[in-house]
């Protein structure tokens, strides 16, 4: 089921996603956040003639790849599926880019199989890798892992590399997979072969979502993206080699998972600024789920906590900070809601709900389902859209202000009942001047440049 799928039959769509609480918590940890509260946007969106991409004025995008294209490394066509995507500076001003590959059993086209770097030969997913010249050029695009599946999203390292999640735990024997699934595996965005296909089974076996990396101890968090229950948990991976650079998460470590004392489920919680001390976290009895899935796990007479649909993970200032981006009563949740956001401190052991999202509260979203965040240059926010209708990457601002950015102009329904493609995969260049962005339907990456920096 596609987070689309899922909205739609919980009625969240159409309902105006909006923000409530304190705002800033989004914008953490950046000095652009810190001393510039952004702007209103950049004017209305101009029609693109060539039907890809509408823009403000003073703004342009290049097309860096499309699905169904040769790979410039001709190792095969660019997979389908667009999704998780970061950029990392390389030498003499290059940017590479890492962009995951969403591709289930039945994925249209399959990332190439391509040897030192494929997992399982049956799985269609895996991420493929650009190099950009400082021109914005493209210099090379090649397989940068396969044979993996269904690769949603991920997160950067402090040491430069790229963590891709399987959003997945089928095992070898199912829908034609020859290994077991549902792992995280780190990939060198500037050398793949460095990296390999190795899976990093210790951080666990379950439906990855994202990660986030406290750089100052080394800790990984993870989130599990679960639509039923039981749901799923927020982790913590201890590594073994802390900050240890390419392949020291391979050396194992402890996974764990949060216990909130007296919070067995997340979405009972309403009230921002909601605050608990003493967080538990409690060692995964199996990471590997051999015979029971994480999540159903025996935790002990204390149980665990629990939240539907966890989602976004990134790091701010001295916090993680995570996401529940839904809860529905109606499959098991303890109370609905339109999503939230957590804010975990370790110097303290304390969580806090910071962030509520609903059709009721104070900064309203023109659009329906948020999905994919990054922090852009201008002390804002950017925010891809997921849901029914036309599909936008929006701006928010520190102080609330919300304004449409870019707007997908490729209707891949018919002139009657036009469809266009979620966006995913937002992120900036290491020097703030380009905006990369992913199409997931048809796939198509692009790069948006323009008065970025202008107040």
Same mark, same amino acid.
């Given at each position: /089921? !596609?987070?689309?799928?899922?909205?739609?039959?919980?009625?969240?769509?159409?309902?105006g996603i909006a923000f409530t609480g304190a705002?800033?918590?989004?914008?953490?940890?950046?000095?652009?956040?810190?001393?510039?509260?952004?702007?209103?946007?950049?004017?209305? *969106?101009?029609?693109?003639?060539?039907?890809? *991409?509408?823009?403000?004025?003073?703004?342009?995008?290049?097309?860096?790849?499309?699905?169904?294209?040769?790979?410039r490394s001709g190792e095969g066509r660019v997979?389908?599926?667009?999704?998780?995507?970061?950029?990392? &500076?390389?030498?003499?001003?290059?940017?590479?880019?890492?962009?995951?590959?969403?591709?289930?059993?039945?994925?249209?086209?399959?990332?190439?199989? @391509?040897?030192?770097?494929?997992? $399982?030969?049956?799985?269609?997913?895996?991420?493929?890798?650009?190099?950009l010249d400082a021109r914005g050029t493209v *210099?090379?695009?090649?397989?940068?892992?396969?044979?993996?599946?269904?690769?949603?999203?991920?997160?950067?390292?402090?040491?430069?590399?790229?963590?891709?999640?399987?959003?997945?735990?089928?095992?070898?024997?199912?829908?034609?997979?020859?290994?077991?699934?549902?792992?995280?595996?780190? @990939?060198?965005?500037?050398?793949?072969?460095?990296?390999?296909?190795?899976?990093?089974?210790?951080?666990?076996?379950?439906?990855?979502?994202?990660?986030? +990396?406290?750089?100052?101890?080394?800790?990984?968090?993870? !989130?599990? $993206?679960?639509?039923?229950?039981?749901?799923?948990?927020?982790?913590?991976?201890?590594?073994?080699?802390?900050?240890?650079?390419?392949?020291?998460?391979?050396?194992?470590?402890?996974?764990? &998972?949060?216990? +909130?004392?007296? +919070?067995?489920?997340?979405?009972?919680?309403?009230?921002?600024?909601?605050?608990?001390?003493?967080?538990?976290?409690?060692?995964?009895?199996?990471?590997? &789920?051999?015979?029971?899935?994480?999540?159903?796990?025996?935790?002990?007479?204390?149980?665990?906590? %629990?939240?539907?649909?966890?989602?976004?993970?990134?790091?701010?200032?001295?916090?993680?900070?995570?996401?529940?981006?839904? =809860?529905?009563?109606?499959?098991?949740?303890?109370?609905? %809601?339109?999503?939230?956001?957590?804010?975990? $401190?370790?110097?303290?052991?304390?969580?806090?709900? +910071?962030? @509520?999202?609903?059709?009721?509260?104070?900064?309203?979203?023109?659009?329906?389902?948020?999905?994919?965040?990054?922090?852009?240059?201008?002390?804002? *926010? /950017?925010?891809?859209?997921?849901?029914?209708?036309?599909?936008?990457?929006?701006? @928010?601002?520190?102080?609330?202000?919300?304004?449409?950015? =870019?707007?997908?102009?490729?209707?891949?329904?018919?002139?009657?009942?036009?469809?266009?493609?979620?966006?995913?995969?937002?992120?900036?260049?290491?020097?703030?001047?380009?905006?990369?962005?992913?199409?997931?339907?048809?796939?198509?990456?692009?790069?948006?440049?323009?008065?970025?920096?202008?107040?």
């Open positions: /089921m !596609t987070r689309r799928q899922a909205l739609a039959r919980t009625g969240a769509l159409g309902a705002l800033s918590e989004l914008f953490a940890g950046t000095a652009a956040a810190q001393s510039n509260l952004g702007h209103t946007g950049y004017g209305p *969106l101009i029609p693109d003639p060539n039907g890809l *991409l509408d823009l403000p004025k003073g703004f342009r995008y290049q097309v860096l790849s499309r699905e169904g294209d040769q790979l997979p389908s599926n667009h999704d998780g995507m970061s950029a990392f &500076a390389g030498r003499h001003g290059r940017v590479h880019l890492v962009r995951n590959h969403e591709n289930r059993h039945t994925g249209r086209i399959p990332v190439p199989t @391509v040897e030192g770097l494929t997992y $399982d030969p049956a799985g269609k997913g895996g991420c493929t890798a650009l190099t *210099l090379a695009e090649r397989v940068a892992i396969a044979g993996t599946a269904v690769n949603c999203a991920g997160g950067p390292t402090p040491w430069g590399t790229w963590l891709t999640c399987e959003e997945t735990e089928d095992r070898a024997g199912t829908n034609g997979y020859t290994k077991d699934h549902g792992f995280i595996f780190e @990939v060198d965005p500037a050398d793949p072969h460095r990296s390999g296909a190795i899976p990093l089974t210790a951080m666990g076996r379950f439906q990855h979502e994202a990660i986030a +990396v406290d750089p100052s101890r080394g800790v990984v968090y993870e !989130t599990e $993206d679960a639509f039923e229950r039981p749901f799923g948990l927020f982790y913590r991976f201890l590594p073994d080699r802390p900050k240890g650079g390419l392949g020291s998460l391979r050396a194992g470590g402890r996974l764990q &998972a949060m216990r +909130v004392p007296g +919070v067995p489920d997340l979405s009972s919680i309403q009230e921002t600024g909601a605050c608990f001390e003493k967080i538990e976290w409690v060692d995964v009895p199996d990471p590997l &789920a051999t015979t029971t899935g994480i999540r159903h796990q025996d935790f002990g007479p204390k149980g665990i906590t %629990h939240a539907q649909k966890l989602e976004g993970c990134y790091w701010g200032g001295r916090c993680v900070y995570f996401v529940s981006s839904f =809860a529905r009563s109606a499959d098991g949740s303890a109370a609905d %809601h339109y999503g939230q956001i957590w804010r975990y $401190d370790p110097d303290h052991r304390t969580l806090t709900l +910071v962030i @509520v999202f609903g059709p009721d509260t104070d900064i309203q979203l023109p659009g329906e389902s948020p999905d994919n965040i990054c922090l852009a240059p201008s002390g804002g *926010l /950017m925010v891809c859209e997921d849901g029914n209708g036309t599909q936008h990457v929006y701006g @928010v601002t520190r102080r609330g202000d919300v304004y449409a950015m =870019a707007r997908n102009a490729q209707n891949i329904g018919t002139p009657t009942e036009p469809e266009w493609g979620e966006f995913a995969g937002v992120t900036f260049s290491p020097d703030g001047r380009t905006m990369y962005v992913n199409c997931y339907t048809p796939g198509t990456t692009f790069a948006v440049t323009g008065p970025w920096r202008r107040t």
